[in-house]
């Protein structure tokens, strides 16, 4: 095992990751490796990270109940709080319940590992989030792609399988930013015995979530709603299933209940609307302005704005001139993208402003000249 030799190729192929490290709250204007700087790389996408009322709500939560849950949900982890929370996120969902989990990857494993006995087989989005791919191998399971947002090509590989199965798309599609196409999706599966599961991490709270009948819905709690966790909400039966097989349920530590009651809050700003309209215009002008300055950006109509360079060493080099001109924006490569495919990955949030949007763009377009 040379894992110098592997860090080393990692480092000559520009694919070395490495950590900045922020020393003020998240925000889009931050504080970060001792530099003031403009943040247009975050989850936050409605500016909830450090609202006043939510951060009210976390300390009276944990003035109650302390700092920590103590256990897992099934021995005495599991608080009013977080049936509270349960039950407000399966009302705002449309579901019959919800089931809280620490992560969104922590989900989407546990999904997995409940239903190992259940499918024969399974067949995913072939840009589909990390945690869907790990699960589906978790599990032993072959991992089959079909076509990104390809109805098509579902179709094909649906006909190719046998026995009860599963059908795995996010929603909002992490690095590309397009959704996914879930109604017609779902067209295609009710003509089958097969189970539809979706990951809505990137669309929770600004999209509403179409949720077809007897089917799965993951969401996380860290991104749009400002805070951590994610939770997975369904039938009744199939989230009492969850809590019977689900390992990652079963063997984790409960979040803080004082999490569960700044959530409560979150989604009370989230239902309220204001933050999401806010979002959506700066979506709005950021598309209006990177046209103007004939900036080639991905078809996107979420929070998320992919600019596809190619080169892993020229989008670390793009992204390092933006960082040193005030601007974060990540470079993402691969193997989180396909090869060639390395990107710039703009994230908008509600509380940009258009100065913000324009002054960045004007500055992209200069670096790339």
């Not at 190729?9 to 922020?22: F, G, M, T, W, Y």
């Not at 002008?285 to 596809?308: D, G, T």
């Not at 390092?320 to 990540?330: H, I, M, P, Q, R």
């Not at 470079?331 to 949007?357: D, E, G, K």
């Amino acid at each position: 095992m040379n894992l110098s030799k592997q860090l080393s190729d990692l480092q000559e192929n520009h694919l070395l990751r490495s950590r900045r490290v922020a020393s003020s709250a998240q925000g889009t204007e931050m504080r970060i490796d001792g530099e003031k700087i403009l943040n247009f790389c975050s989850n936050d996408y409605l500016s909830l990270a450090n609202h006043p009322k939510i951060k009210e709500a976390l300390i009276s939560g944990a003035e109650k109940y302390g700092v920590g849950s103590g256990a897992s949900h099934l021995v005495s982890g599991h608080s009013e709080s977080h049936k509270k929370l349960e039950e407000a996120l399966a009302e705002y969902t449309g579901q019959q319940n919800a089931l809280l989990f620490s992560s969104g990857y922590s989900a989407n494993l546990g999904i997995f590992s409940a239903l190992r006995d259940e499918i024969k087989w399974s067949l995913q989005d072939k840009f589909n989030h990390a945690s869907l791919i790990d699960g589906n191998r978790l599990i032993g399971l072959p991992v089959q792609r079909y076509l990104h947002n390809n109805l098509d090509s579902l179709q094909k590989k649906l006909k190719k399988q046998l026995g009860p199965g599963l059908v795995l798309t996010d929603n909002v599609f992490s690095m590309d930013g397009d959704k996914a196409n879930i109604s017609g999706i779902n067209k295609i599966l009710s003509q089958t015995d097969t189970l539809l599961m979706q990951d809505d991490a990137h669309g929770f709270g600004i999209f509403d979530p179409t949720i077809p009948q007897h089917s799965i819905y993951m969401a996380t709690l860290g991104k749009a709603a400002g805070v951590m966790g994610a939770f997975v909400a369904g039938d009744n039966d199939f989230i009492e299933f969850l809590i019977q097989k689900s390992r990652p349920y079963i063997y984790t530590t409960a979040m803080a209940p004082s999490m569960c009651e700044a959530i409560l809050m979150s989604l009370e700003l989230i239902k309220e609307g204001s933050q999401k309209e806010k979002l959506l215009n700066n979506i709005n002008y950021f598309k209006n302005i990177s046209k103007q300055l004939s900036l080639q950006f991905e078809e996107s109509n979420s929070a998320i704005q992919p600019l596809v360079i190619g080169s892993s060493n020229k989008a670390l080099q793009i992204s390092n001139k933006l960082f040193e001109e005030g601007f974060f924006v990540s470079a993402i490569r691969p193997p989180t993208v396909p090869p060639n495919t390395a990107r710039l990955r703009f994230t908008l949030s509600a509380n940009h402003n258009a100065n913000q949007i324009e002054t960045l763009l004007e500055k992209v377009k200069n670096v790339m000249a």
